[in-house]
Each structure stands twice: as C-alpha cells, then as structure tokens.
C-alpha cells in the first residue's frame, strides 16, 4: 500500500496526478484574492448601507422589506446576480463563512479577519430578524419571477417585494436547520471579539434548531412557499441533512451532550451514512460529515465512528490514484458537476478537503482509500489545484474571480455591476429600460470585485457572456468557502 504523506510524498504525488494535464503554474497572489474574495461580499448588500462601504457603486436598498408583515427585515444579502433575498442560500453563506473564520481565521492578517467577521455580521443581524418571532420563520424577501424579469439596479427596485414567512406547524427544517447552523457557526467566530453577540446567535441558534426539528419537512412543500422559492432555490435533496447539519454546529459551538445524542441516535434514520458525496447550499452531507469528524479524530468520539468512515469515503473519491475516485474532470482539472454555477463544488470541495487535512493533520492520521494512503499534503495538493485553476492556471489562463490578474470576466450576469451607478446616473432606470445595458456587449461599467462566477463548462471553455447566466453569474456560496481556502494559501504561499 502507497502513503502519500511526507517524506514520500513527490514522486507519489507525481503518478497519482498524471493522469491530470499540469499547466505551468504561475505565482499567484494569495493574499491579494483573499482581500478581494471578502470585498465582493459588500457588493451583494442589501438594507442600508454603512459609511465605510468600500463598493462604491452600491447604495441603499430594499429599505422596505418586511413592511407587509409590519417587521423590519432589511439587510441581509442578494444571492447572486439578481435582487432577491433567499434564506436557505444566505444562511448557507453564512456557515461557510464562519466556518472560514473559525478553522482559518487564525491564519488571516488582522484587517481581514476583521473584514470577514463584518461580513458575518451583515448576514447573521438579517438572519436574526428571521426567526425573531415565535413559531415563525421569514425564509425569502422577494418575488424571484417578478425580479427576473425586469434587469434594474437594486437602488431602483420596484418589484413586489413579497416576503415569504412559514408558521408552526408547516415545516420549513431545511432553512431552519441551516440558520441554526449558520448562528452556530457564527457565535463561534464571534466569541472572542464580542462574547454577548455571539451568546445571542448562540441562543437563537437553539430556537431555530428547535422549530426545525419539531415540524419536520421541506420548506418548498408549503402550498404559500412553493412558487416563490421553486424552481431557484427548492429543497431538491431533503430537510435531513440540515437537520444533522444543525445539530453538529450546535454541538461544537454549545458542546451540549443532547446534539451529541442527536447525531448519535438519529444519523442512520436522518441518511447521514448514504455517502452522497456532494455539498452545497442543499446538501450538506459531504460537509456534515467532515465536521462531525473533527470530533472523532481529535476528541476520540468514537459513537460518531460513521461519520468519519463517510468522510474517508468521500475524500477517497477526489483522489485520482485511488480505486474509489470518482469525480469528473474537466480536461484542463477543474472538479465538474453539471447543472450550472459549477465552481460553487470546487470551492466547497476544496475548503472540505484543507478542513480534513487539518484534522488529520493534528492527529497524525492518514486516509485509508484501499489502493492508496492519502495524508494530509495530498489533500492539500488536491485543494491548491482547483484554487490555481480558478485564479488562472487553466486553459484559458483565465481568472474566474472578477479584478483579479489581469485577464478575467468584463460581462458577469450581474444587475448592478452591469448597470450605470447610481452615483454616475441618479435618475431611475426601470424595470425594462435596463434591457439596452444586459443586451450589451460592453464590459459592465462596474466592476465587482472579488465576484467567482459560475465558471467553466466541461471542455474549460468560457464565453464572456451576460446571457448564459449558469457561467457568468456569481453567487455568494461560490465565494463563502473560498474565503478560508484562500487564508489557508495566504498563509502557506510556498505550499507546492
């Protein structure tokens, strides 16, 4: 059996990669897309805008959400290109966010643990209004279908602004279970700097996980929910995981023994061993199953056994040389899924696999993939080849974060980065008047920082187009995890 851990690690490394086309790798500067990777956050904002906003071209928005229901929900984030506010992705967001923080920030210079941690913030206080009401959950601010068909700067909104709340007894587990792992997650990363703070999330994280797992079932099934979130952000995968997933992030952040017991006693009848090797903003089981794992390596929980065995399983998968690799390739080594938005699995997947080689890492464990031992270094050399491809080692040599290098999309699916500032042009543009500027083909006049868009297709090809919106459309989930990827590469430049 080969290990791939130091000292043996090159030339091992070497045949198991060469099957992967290399591309001369250039410097890249890791420090530089970090700053950048967080900036892009400010640029998705939506509420009232603070005086030290650095994205310029925005200003306030959406300043009456919440009005129909005589509640304040404004803020928050827009998930994407368009002006709407998606719990179950922004809550997501959110954990992948404090997830960065909290295994990476460690590793961040000062102003931009500071940053990310304000980018935090500005998510958790809108979440916070979600679930401010006793037996109900606000779950999305907006009409998707009127907001899409109209290409309007969010300054300009005048699309109905419908909010979309779910009350006890319809379920709503999967954007409940991930809110509640989102203030999990977040009262972690703020326990150090604002201890009250994170005691609050802390508190209504336990609320959350509670009106989650009390009425069981997918948000969309709910007649009133369906139209609204469907086909954008529908639960395609089941509310279980985000049970789990709630559960777990409750258990690292309170170290209460009752979410202990719940992963114990509910993880085989909730799926948590049916290995689905994916996460994302609906399915959480990769992840889920490489935090719990943490515990297992390094706290000697060995109850929670299975959910190590699935992480192993699924690191396995991303190896080239072992017998169980099964991920796709594109042929330039970009981690491929179909369906759209792609690069939001090679940011996950690469956050997952530096969070597991850190846990092994610290016990000095290694992955047993049956052919093949895979340590930490090779994990990490996995992760290091998705983060080059995005920032430019591809094919095409170019850079899928926006601002970054010299060579990167000008034409992103992106309402406000496409349209005049308001600043450059205060008068309205309506609903259909900014037809003429996503029509275009000129480079959008704004430029959004640090905005990863959706990314290649299967052949590495890319068309810097507005239309085809699956490429060229940046997400908020595509970037959360590349934030604590890229701490990691920041602070280990010379990782090769």
């Known amino acids: 059996m080969k290990n791939l851990s130091p000292p043996h690690h090159a030339l091992l490394f070497t045949a198991l990669l060469a099957q992967l086309p290399l591309f001369q790798s250039s410097y890249h500067e890791y420090q530089d897309a970090l700053s950048k990777s967080i900036l892009f956050f400010e640029g998705q904002r939506s509420g009232y805008l603070p ?72 998510a958790t206080d809108y979440l916070l209004k979600t679930v401010s009401q006793p037996n109900r959950i606000f779950v999305q601010v907006g009409d998707p279908n009127g907001d899409h068909i109209c290409w309007e700067r969010p300054e300009d909104m005048d699309t109905p602004r419908v909010v979309y709340a779910v009350d006890a007894p319809n379920p709503a587990s999967d954007v409940a279970g991930e809110t509640a792992a989102a203030l999990a997650a977040s009262s972690m990363a703020f326990r150090s700097s604002d201890p009250g ?101 390094e706290g000697n929980m060995n109850s929670l056994q299975s959910y190590k065995e699935s992480a192993d399983s699924f690191m396995c998968t991303l190896i080239p040389e072992s017998s169980s690799s099964h991920v796709e390739y594109t042929p330039g080594g970009l981690i491929y899924k179909p369906g759209g938005s792609n690069l939001q699995h090679a940011t996950t997947i690469s956050f997952l696999l530096l969070a597991y080689a850190n846990y092994l890492e610290r016990t000095s464990q290694s992955v047993n993939c049956g052919n093949v031992n895979v340590g930490p270094y090779s994990l990490r050399q996995q992760a290091k ?28 699916h992106h309402r406000g980065s496409s349209l005049p500032s308001v600043k450059d042009h205060p008068d309205l543009i309506a609903c259909k008047e900014g037809s003429i500027y996503c029509n275009s083909s000129n480079p959008n006049p704004n430029v959004h920082v640090g905005a990863i868009v959706g990314g290649p297709s299967e052949d590495d090809s890319y068309e810097d187009s507005r239309d085809d919106f699956r490429k060229s459309e940046p997400t908020t989930y595509i970037n959360a995890p590349f934030v604590g990827v890229l701490a990691y590469f920041a602070a280990n430049p010379s990782f090769s």
Not at 60 to 89: E, H, I, M, R
Not at 106 to 117: F, G, I, K, T, Y
Not at 209 to 226: C, E, H, L, T
Not at 237 to 248: I, P
Request: proline letters at 3%; one cysteine or more.
């Open 197 to 297: 703070y994170a005691e609050t999330l802390l508190r209504n994280a336990i609320n959350a996980f509670q009106f989650a797992d009390s009425y069981r079932g997918a948000y969309s099934d709910n007649s009133n929910i369906k139209d609204g979130a469907c086909p954008f952000y529908c639960d395609f995968d089941g509310y279980q995981d985000e049970l789990l997933w709630g559960a777990a992030w409750l258990r690292r952040a309170s170290y209460d023994d009752t979410y202990l017991s719940f992963l114990q006693n509910n993880g085989e009848t909730l799926g948590a061993d049916e290995n689905i090797n994916e996460f994302g903003w609906d399915n959480k089981h990769a992840g889920l199953n490489v935090l719990v794992s943490k515990e297992v390596l």
């Open 51 to 122: 005086q030290d906003q650095r994205v310029t071209w925005r200003a306030n928005s959406g300043l009456s959400d919440g009005w129909t229901y005589n509640t304040d929900l404004t803020g928050g984030y827009y998930d994407a290109g368009d002006n709407v506010k998606f719990g179950f992705p922004m809550a997501f967001t959110t954990t992948m966010l404090a997830w960065s923080v909290n295994e990476f920030g460690d590793l961040m210079p000062p102003n931009e643990l500071r940053n990310s941690l304000v980018a935090i913030r500005w």
């Open 385 to 412: 080849r998705q983060v080059d491809y995005i920032l430019g080692d591809n094919p095409l040599g170019l850079s899928y974060m926006v601002g970054y290098s010299d060579h990167y999309p000008q034409r992103i």
